[in-house]
């Protein structure tokens, strides 16, 4: 019997306002028959859902998503299909609709040739239903006007944000004239007697009971349904709270306003504003955390505004413009100066300089030309390019890094679990707390102790509301790790992200990491006598033909300084020595010192730069022309630009610095001087990397491994932390935690730092959000009022409460306003003309 793998699937959760509606739901979704796990995240409304197909599917959980009070964010598509011709067609296209993640109903009609289709959107895309209706044999008639996931799940935060402002206006009309009725007279005894000279106090209660129904039984709705749901379910929240806490002090001021003549002379007071003005204050303190939550999500808008919507392409010879849902792989498209890049792909003609910053962070123009690799969503400079297109939908990079960047927005790191467990039980302390309040008022309270008890009740239910812990965490992850794609670091999820900052060591690996990764001529010296241009010159000439990556290294670099190579006349290798050639006549020999010696020349000129350059960890090589020594020159893996500047800053953190490479170890002793490193492995095998990881980590040390990820694989996995470092297209790196988009080493104190930032602020938050409820549920309850006369109305229990919410979002927003210690990418001087030169040493 084979097991069907498990499936994941992502669900928008509207309705969701503190971490005990996040435990609700989760805890509903768990319930659920082949539900393995499920992760609900407030900051970004979504619920993350690993489940077995065979044994539940999408509907049953968005079933439970309602039935658990919230509702589920969908949408609905028609598509026209053509080449369907009976039922048979119809079944097909149908079950190759409902195979698609993240729908839930297919429905085709063969009359009108079209589909209906109700889907999750942040599951799948309408661009992924027509490409299963293609799959499947048919076609799209054309492309649909119909909102794709992320626009789908804005558009239901817009209309939230736009309901909340909607019932915090029609709340304020009410609730304003209230406060006054209410307070004034306390604050103003003239007015007080006023009022009661030509209104009364019945007259003015029922005004009250006018003002405030509407507000209680409007807009306060809401707190019934959700609160009843969350009661219903065993699972009181804070919706719970508002709802018991103004439901109380309506109905016993309704009670009184009814029958005054049951409650003793002068104990006969209402309190609609506590009920009235407390639903106006935390509907305004949602609306202000709808707005911010908003813009913690900046970060992912700015990602998705990247993905063009439209691409040339050239079919038949004629050119087309697309939507990119439609171009395939293979296909040839045209990219206009200034456009974007639709589309992952190869340049087969044009060449331009294109800005790849919004994706790599790299901030300088990349040239491009034929064979190069584009990436999609990367802006094209001032020439035409022809390419072609080699990965379309989910497969393109800005896909990957998007998908990344949510996966990690929506995880929970380590941290966030003190949160959920001090939240599992903190309501149903609230409302015990809630109870022995009042019943101790009622009690002590004396005359007016009824009033007094359900007042200071209504405030410890009010200032308890747990919205702060909910958001605490989730919203500086989702700000932070979109910051931190912004910078070209993705992390991918929140326990990396949790995890780098407590590293305590960074090993990084040489080649490709530390070093360019290819041998590159650094120096060339020549005697008097000679011209540098022609030695050059000759040598490549004479190595041309020999693929040994020195040789390639000498031609790459005449090459680059446009210097016209010359076919030999012979050539041969000479064992263990070097090589001997003819070229235009004049003999080239190059090779070691003791080729030099064999030849009978001294090479003691260049005594002192040959020793220099071995110390440097460089390979001295000796050119002779014509049997007279006549130049040193020297090849090595040269340091990447910012290696120098990254090394330092991790310094400057604080952190110490190792080395692990398979590199001779005088080669790697030379980089770690010249770095600054503190500790090296050398000539470690790639097998045994993991093992030199686990040495580093004796005693306890974190230590975070920055590599490649691709032969570091197995150090990338016993680490700590793994960073893999590579261009835009390496999003996929499956053993790496943190992914840095461009092969620029400063990314890594970059994040670092960001990560630092990032812990720091959700400490803050749960610090505050915490320390308010353990500060103010006291002083909710009474226990100043002995000592000090000083009492916590309901109504500023509400405003505390709002405050608090929007403290902890607008303190997460600061990380928006992260600095990195170093730029992502340092300035390069232009290439001159067509060819980039190479820095070479004279």
Known sequence: MTTREPTVI?????????ASCVGRVERGLKKVEGVEDAAVNL????????????????????????????????????????????????????????????????????????????????????????????????????????????????????????????????????????????????????LERSLMASIGMGALNWIMLALAAPVQFGPGRRFYRLGWASLKHRSPDMNALVMIGTSAAFFYSLVVTLAPQLFPVGTAHVYYEASGVVITLILLGKYFEAVAKGRSSAAMKTLLSLQPKEARVLRDDVERLLPVDEVQVGDTLRVLPGESIPLDGEVMSGQSYVNESMITGESVPIQKAGGAAVIGGTLNGNGALTIKATRVGNDTALAQIIKLVETAQGSKPPIQGLADRVVAVFVPIVLVIAAVTFMTWLLLGGEGAFGQALINMVAVLIIACPCAMGLATPVSVMVGTGKAAELGVLFKSGDALEGLQAAQVVALDKTGTLTRGRPELTDLSVLPGFARADVLRLVASAEQDSEHPIARAVVNAAQAEGLPLTATDSSQAVPGFGLDAVVGGMRVQVGADRYMAQLGLDAASFGTQAAQLGDEGKTPLYVALDGALAAILAVADPIKDGSREAVAALHRQGLKVAMITGDNARTAQAIARQ????????????????????????????????????????????????????????????????????????????????????????????????????????????????????????????????????????????????????????????????????????
């Open 675 to 842: 770095l600054g490193i503190d500790r090296v492995q050398a000539e470690v095998l790639p097998g045994d990397k993991a093992k030199a990881v686990r040495a580093l980590q004796e005693g306890g040390q974190k230590v975070a491994f920055v590599g490649d990820g691709i032969n570091d694989a197995p150090a990338l996995a016993q680490a700590d932390v793994g960073l893999a470092i590579g261009t835009g297209t390496d999003v996929a790196v499956e053993t790496a935690d943190v992914v840095l988009m461009s092969g620029d080493l400063r990314g890594v104190p970059n994040a670092v730092a960001l990560s630092r930032s990032t812990l720091r602020n959700i400490r803050l938050n749960l610090f505050w959000a915490f320390a308010y409820n353990v500060l103010l549920i006291p002083v909710a309850a009474g226990v100043l009022i002995p000592a000090f006369g000083l009492r916590l109305s309901p109504v500023l229990a509400a405003a505390a409460m709002g405050f608090s919410s929007v403290f902890v979002l607008t303190n997460a927003l600061r990380l928006r306003g992260f600095q990195p210690p170093l730029p992502p990418s340092a300035p390069r001087p232009q290439p001159d003309g067509d060819r980039e030169r190479q820095p070479v040493a004279t």
């Open 43 to 190: 900051a970004t409304e979504r619920a993350r859902v690993r489940f077995d197909p065979a044994r539940t599917d999408a509907r049953t959980l968005i079933a439970t998503v309602r039935d658990v009070g919230y509702e589920p964010v969908t949408a609905e598509l028609e598509l026209p299909i053509t080449g369907m011709t009976c039922a048979n067609c119809v079944g097909r296209v149908e079950r190759a609709l409902s195979k698609v993640n993240g729908v839930l109903s297919a429905s085709v009609n063969l009359a009108s040739e079209r589909a209906q289709v109700v889907y999750l959107p942040v599951a799948t895309t309408p661009g992924q239903l027509r490409a299963a209706v293609r799959e499947a044999g048919y076609e799209v008639l054309e492309q649909e006007q119909g909102a794709s996931g992320p626009d789908t799940q804005q558009a239901a935060r817009e209309a939230e944000v736009a309901h909340l402002r909607a019932q915090v206006v029609f709340s304020a009309v009410f609730a304003v004239p209230l406060l006054l009725i209410a307070m004034l007279p306390m604050l103003w005894p003239a």
């Open 10 to 18: 992502e669900i928008g959760v509207q309705g969701m306002t503190c």
